[in-house]
């Protein structure tokens, strides 16, 4: 069974980078693609996108293309998410996925990882 | 761009049934599959390809779809419900594949 743990929170200022992680346990973890999803503070989920460990290929939401960098390093069963620059809006939890790719649904969560963005 | 429709909330009295709608476009060739979070808790499967459960679902909880509605249907709700639902179905067509509705927050009185 594929365990996902994320990083810790983090508190960062406008304008600043970021790299948050989200670590599978499992051996089969590079053949599944990994989801992204926000959720800002009272608000639902929003799925940012989504990356295939084996190779990094990456689709965004057209609403986060350009804002965010999903990525992934199969070696050590991670993938990433990174900000160039932070904004106050980036303030939310962010949730790592894994895709069954037999249904295309989300079957593990990772526990989130709260960010946390001040100006 | 493909979108789900939700209503933003539903309330139950104890002991009654929920039903939760999902409402999407092409939904015949689509499997509809749905979350719940719980407060301050990570999103949970709770069924998957329109109607199946995963293990760890109670029976009270079951889903269906008929035309371009999908429906969560809470049975017999208990104060453990309490949670947002949403749906989510995959869609070929976006960059992102992975649609997911805007959330209904279930309340048992």
């Known amino acids: 069974e594929e365990q996902l743990v994320q990083s810790g929170p983090e508190v960062k200022k406008v304008g600043e980078s970021l790299k948050i992680s989200c670590q599978g346990s499992?051996?089969?973890?590079?053949?599944?693609?990994i989801g992204w999803v926000r959720q800002m503070p009272g608000k639902g989920l929003e799925l940012m996108g989504i990356v295939y460990p084996g190779d990094s290929e990456a689709r965004y939401n057209p609403s986060f293309q350009g804002q965010v960098t999903m990525s992934a390093d199969e070696s050590t069963r991670t993938s990433y998410l990174q900000w160039s620059s932070l904004e106050a809006s980036d303030t939310a939890i962010y949730y790592c996925?894994?895709?069954?790719?037999?249904?295309?649904?989300?079957?593990?969560w990772g526990q989130g990882t709260l960010v946390t963005v001040s100006s | 761009s493909y979108v789900l429709t939700q209503p933003p909330s539903v309330s139950v009295a104890p002991g009654k049934t929920a039903i939760i709608t999902c409402g999407g476009t092409n939904f015949g060739s689509k499997r509809v599959h749905w979350y719940q979070q719980k407060p301050g808790q990570a999103p949970v499967l709770v069924v998957y390809d329109d109607s199946d459960r995963p293990s760890g679902t109670p029976e009270r909880i079951s889903g269906s779809k008929s035309g371009n509605t999908a429906t969560l249907t809470v049975s017999r709700a208990e104060a453990e419900d309490e949670a947002d639902y949403y749906c989510q179905v995959w869609d070929g067509g976006s960059n992102h594949h992975v649609i997911l509705g805007g959330g209904t927050k279930l309340t048992v009185l």
């Open positions: 499992a051996d089969t973890f590079t053949y599944y693609w």
């Open positions: 996925a894994r895709l069954y790719d037999y249904g295309y649904y989300f079957d593990f």
